[in-house]
C-alpha cells in the first residue's frame, strides 16, 4: 500500500515528524513500513518549459523545431519528433548537460542541420508514470523555469506501508493518518480542494428499490449487496484531471486516466471507499440492479477480456444486461470515455466472502476487490458519496441531478466489547489506569464507558472487524501505549491454562544433546512400505507408503542413503516421533522413540591430524546418555542374541532398572544399506521415550573436606557388565563412597582364561569430617568381601 506522505500532512496537520520518522513511528505501533522514497530523486535539475513556437523542421518530415522559454528570459531551441506538441503549452524540460532520473545523459545535438538544446520530457523518462508515447503535457498554469518537483507535487515521500490482512481499515490515508495524529480521529479534516465546488444534493433511503434522477435503482441480492447508494451527475465534461489531482496519484504510483475516473480513484486511495462511474447513456433502462449472474452471462471488462459469468457471482446490471462486476470491475459496455455527458455514480458495500470468490474464479485483482475482501467501513459510505460528488464538480463541471438514493440502508451494529483492567495488568504484566487505557482506545474510535463489575464497555469502531475479543482490545492498548514502556525485567507468565506436555521437556533435553553433539534432526511422514510396519491404511498416499511404520531407524537408513549418493561421508542423523505396532484389536499401539544414525569420523577433516572414525565405545557412550534422558537413567548390555535382530548386528541393548527392554544400538549391518565403498562403518540406535519427570537439578556447595582414593584391581568374568559390580560397590559403602570408574582393561599374561582385569578408582569423602584411613580401609574389606560372596570376584594378585 502506497501512502502519500504530503496527504497525510493534509488530513491531518497536527501530525510531526518526518516521513522517515513516521515511517518508524507505524511500524514500531501499527503496520510494518517496508520503504520510504522521496519522488523528486534525479529530477532537482529539471524546469518548466513552455513552447512559445512550433514549426515544421526544415529537412524532416517527423520532426518539428520548438522555442522553448525556460525563465529568467533565456529561450532554447528543442527538436522533437513527439506526434502532438502545443504551442503556449508547458513541458518538463532537462536541458543539455543534465541528466535524467534513469542516468541519462542530455547533450546539445544536431539533427537534420537543427541543433537541439535540450529535450521535452514523457512520464516514463522522469520515472513517474507509463506513458511513453508522447511527451507529458502540464495541465494547468505555471511558470517558466518552475522547478518540476514543484510543479508536479514531487518534493514528496512515498511510504511503502505493508498493511496485515486484519487491518483493511488502514488502506486509506483516512485510517493511516488516524494512528499517527496525536489526538487521532479528532485531528482528522478533509482538505480543500482547489476550486472546489459543493454538492448540496440529500440521501433519500429505499428499502430495496429506489429513484434517484429517473434512474431505478434495485437490490434482489440483498446478502450480497446490503448497502448501495447511487447518484446522477449531468454536464459533465471528461478530460485530463488538473495537475493537482494527476500528480497526487502520480505519488501513490496511480496512473491517472481522465478526471471522472480519476477523481473515483483519489476518494478509494483517501477513505478507502471504492467507487465506480457509469456512462448513464450507456445504462438501459435506465436501471441498476445488483443481482446475481445468470447461467450463460458473459462480460467484457475494462481490461478487455470475456469472461463467462456463473450464478455465484454478483453483477451490477441495467434493464438487460450485466455492466459491471460487483466490486471487481466495470464493464467496457458502459465505461465513461470522452464522449460521456451524464454519469451514474456507484457507492456500495458488497460481502466479502462473495467479492473474495468471486476474485479467485475470475482470477482478477483490483484495488476495489482487495479492500472488499477485507471489508471496508460500512458506515462510511455516505462521506465518501459526498467526497466524491464534490470533486467530480469541481475537476469535471455538472451538477447533481435530484437526491442520491440510499438503498437498503442498514445501520451497522457496533459491537460491544467487556474490557477488564485486571486482565490487562494479567496478560501485559503493569498495572494501566482508567484514563490510561481510554487514551489509548478513544483517540483511533473506541469508545469507551463504565460496565458490570469493574470492567469497561468497549464501543468498536464500524471500521475494525478485526476486533472481537477482550484480547484484541488488550493488543490495542499494548501497541498504543508503546513496547517499549513496558519494564524489561521477565515477569512469571504462563500463556495457557493446560499443563505441559510431559513429552516436551524430554524432547527438547534430546535435541539438546544431540545437536551439540553435531547431529541434525530429520523430520518425515510415518508411512512405509508393507516390510516397514505392520498396520495397513485404508486410505494410503501412495501403493508404496501404504503402511505406518514400526520403527525409525529404517526410514533413517533411507536418509543416510541420500546422503551416500551426495557423495557426503561424515553424516549424524536423528529423529524424534511415533511407531505402531498391531494389538490384534482395532486400534493400534503407539510409542514415542528416538532413532538415530551415524557414520564416519568424529570431528571434520583438517590439516592437524586426521580424526579418527566412530567405534562401539561412542555407541555405548550414547545409549547411556540418551537412555538417562528418555528413560531416567537405564542400564546398558550386549545382547547375545538380539532378542529383536532388525537391521542391527553387535547389537547393545538399554535396560530400564526393572530389566525391561528399552532399545538397542549396535553396527547397521551390510545387508540393511546401500553403502559405498568409500563408507565407513555406520552406526545406529532407537530407544524408547518414556518421559519420565526427573527432579530439578539443586545446587551444591563445593566439598570442604578432602577425599581419599584407593585403587583397586578385580579379575571378573568377561561376560560381567562393569555397572554390575559398580552397584556393589556403591551398596556396601553408603554415604562415603562418592565416585568410582574404571581406568584400567587387561587381558593376557597371568589372567586366567575367560576373565579380565578391570581396574577402578575409588573415591571417599564424608560431608562433616575428614575421614581416616582406618574407616576407608574398613569400607574397602567389605566391598572385597562383598565382591567374593555375590559375585566370585576377586582382588587380583590375591
Not at 129 to 147: S, T, V, W, Y
Not at 616 to 626: G, Q
Request: proline share 6%; aromatic share 6%; glycine share 10%.
Amino acid at each position: 500500500m502506497n501512502i502519500s506522505y504530503r496527504w497525510l500532512r493534509e488530513l491531518a496537520p497536527t501530525i510531526s515528524g518526518t516521513a522517515t520518522e513516521l515511517a518508524e513511528r507505524l511500524t514500531y505501533t501499527t503496520v510494518p513500513v517496508d520503504d520510504v522514497v522521496w519522488l523528486g530523486a534525479g529530477l532537482t535539475e529539471l524546469v518548466v518549459g513552455q513552447v512559445k513556437s512550433v514549426t515544421p523542421h526544415p529537412q524532416a518530415d517527423r520532426l518539428v523545431v520548438c522555442q522553448v522559454d525556460i525563465g529568467r528570459g533565456d529561450t532554447v531551441q528543442v527538436v522533437t519528433g513527439a506526434p502532438v506538441v502545443q504551442e503556449g503549452g508547458f513541458y518538463p524540460f532537462v536541458g543539455a548537460g543534465q541528466t535524467l532520473p534513469g542516468g541519462q545523459l542530455i547533450k546539445k545535438a544536431k539533427l537534420r542541420g537543427e541543433y537541439s538544446e535540450g529535450m521535452l520530457c514523457s512520464e516514463r523518462e522522469l520515472g513517474i508514470g507509463r506513458d511513453a508515447a508522447g511527451i507529458m503535457l502540464l495541465h494547468g498554469q505555471f511558470e517558466p523555469g518552475q522547478p518540476v518537483v514543484d510543479a508536479l507535487q514531487l518534493d514528496d515521500h512515498r511510504l511503502d506501508v505493508d498493511v496485515t490482512a486484519n487491518r483493511p481499515d488502514l488502506l486509506g490515508h483516512w485510517g493511516v493518518a488516524r494512528e499517527l495524529a496525536p489526538r487521532g480521529e479528532r485531528d482528522l479534516r478533509l482538505a480543500d480542494l482547489p476550486g472546489q465546488r459543493r454538492a448540496t444534493a440529500d440521501l433519500r433511503t429505499a428499502e430495496l428499490e429506489g429513484k434517484t434522477a429517473g434512474v431505478t435503482v434495485r437490490i434482489e441480492d440483498p446478502e450480497g449487496c446490503p448497502r448501495y447508494m447511487g447518484a446522477v451527475i449531468r454536464g459533465v465534461t471528461i478530460g485530463p484531471s488538473p495537475e493537482w489531482l494527476a500528480s497526487r496519484l502520480r505519488a501513490i504510483g496511480q496512473q491517472p486516466i481522465n478526471n471522472v475516473v480519476d477523481a473515483t480513484n483519489y476518494v478509494l486511495h483517501e477513505l478507502n471507499q471504492p467507487l465506480h462511474a457509469f456512462d448513464l447513456e450507456k445504462l438501459d433502462g435506465p436501471a441498476v440492479v445488483i443481482r446475481r449472474a445468470r447461467v450463460g452471462e458473459t462480460l467484457r471488462t475494462l481490461d478487455g477480456k470475456e469472461r463467462v459469468l456463473d450464478p455465484e457471482m454478483l453483477v451490477i446490471a441495467d434493464a438487460s444486461r450485466p455492466c459491471a462486476m460487483a466490486g471487481l470491475m466495470g464493464g467496457e459496455a458502459s465505461e465513461v470515455t470522452d464522449t460521456t455527458r451524464d454519469v451514474f455514480l456507484e457507492c456500495a458495500y458488497f460481502d466479502p466472502k462473495r467479492i473474495r470468490r468471486a476474485a479467485k474464479g475470475l482470477a482478477l485483482d483490483t484495488d476495489a476487490s482487495y479492500r472488499f475482501q477485507r471489508g471496508i467501513d460500512p458506515a462510511g459510505l455516505a462521506a465518501a458519496l459526498q467526497r466524491v460528488l464534490d470533486l467530480i464538480l469541481t475537476v469535471a463541471g455538472g451538477e447533481v441531478e435530484g437526491d442520491a438514493v440510499d438503498v437498503n440502508p442498514q445501520p451497522p451494529v457496533r459491537r460491544i466489547v467487556s474490557l477488564r483492567p485486571e486482565r490487562i495488568s494479567h496478560l501485559l504484566g503493569v498495572d494501566l489506569e482508567e484514563g490510561i487505557i481510554r487514551g489509548c482506545l478513544e483517540p483511533i474510535g473506541f469508545g469507551v464507558q463504565k460496565g458490570k463489575a469493574g470492567a469497561l464497555a468497549v464501543e468498536v469502531p464500524t471500521w475494525r472487524p478485526d476486533v472481537e475479543r477482550e484480547v484484541d482490545l488488550i493488543e490495542e492498548v499494548a501497541r498504543r501505549h508503546g513496547y517499549g514502556e513496558f519494564p524489561e525485567d521477565m515477569r512469571s507468565l504462563r500463556p495457557g491454562a493446560l499443563s505441559e506436555d510431559r513429552y516436551v521437556e524430554v524432547f527438547d533435553r534430546l535435541r539438546e544433546l544431540l545437536v551439540g553433539i553435531g547431529f541434525m534432526e530429520t523430520r518425515s511422514v510415518p508411512f512405509t512400505s508393507s516390510s516397514g510396519g505392520e498396520i495397513r491404511l485404508l486410505n494410503p498416499l501412495s501403493e508404496r507408503e501404504d503402511h505406518l511404520r514400526r520403527d525409525l531407524i529404517s526410514g533413517l537408513i533411507g536418509r543416510l542413503e541420500a546422503n551416500f549418493a551426495c557423495g557426503q561421508r561424515d553424516t549424524r542423523l536423528f529423529e524424534l516421533g511415533t511407531v505402531f505396532r498391531a494389538t490384534g484389536g482395532p486400534v493400534p499401539e503407539e510409542r514415542i522413540h528416538v532413532g538415530a544414525i551415524w557414520t564416519g569420523r568424529r570431528a571434520p577433516e583438517h590439516w592437524s591430524g586426521r580424526s579418527e572414525d566412530w567405534d562401539v565405545w561412542d555407541l555405548k557412550w550414547m545409549l547411556e546418555s540418551l537412555a538417562d534422558v528418555a528413560a531416567g537413567g537405564a542400564g546398558v548390555r550386549p545382547v547375545d542374541p538380539p532378542s529383536s535382530p532388525g537391521p542391527l548386528e553387535d547389537a547393545l541393548a538399554v535396560l530400564t532398572v526393572d530389566g525391561q527392554a528399552l532399545g538397542m544400538g549396535g553396527r547397521v549391518s551390510a545387508g540393511e544399506i546401500e553403502a559405498p565403498r568409500w563408507a565407513g562403518n555406520v552406526w545406529g540406535l532407537e530407544l524408547e521415550i518414556t518421559a519420565v519427570r526427573r527432579e530439578p537439578v539443586t545446587y551444591k556447595t563445593l566439598p570442604v573436606y578432602p577425599a581419599v582414593e584407593r585403587d583397586l584391581a578385580l579379575v571378573v568374568r568377561r561376560d560381567m557388565v562393569a555397572a554390575e559390580v559398580g552397584a556393589l560397590m556403591q551398596e556396601m559403602a553408603p554415604g562415603y563412597l562418592e565416585d568410582l570408574s574404571v581406568f584400567d582393561v587387561y587381558e593376557g599374561e597371568n589372567i586366567p582364561a575367560g576373565t579380565r582385569s578391570v581396574a577402578w578408582r575409588l573415591r571417599f569423602r564424608a560431608p562433616d569430617r575428614t575421614l581416616t584411613d582406618e574407616e576407608v580401609d574398613a569400607a574397602v574389606r567389605r566391598i572385597i568381601s562383598a565382591l567374593e560372596e555375590r559375585l566370585d570376584v576377586r582382588v587380583r594378585g590375591a
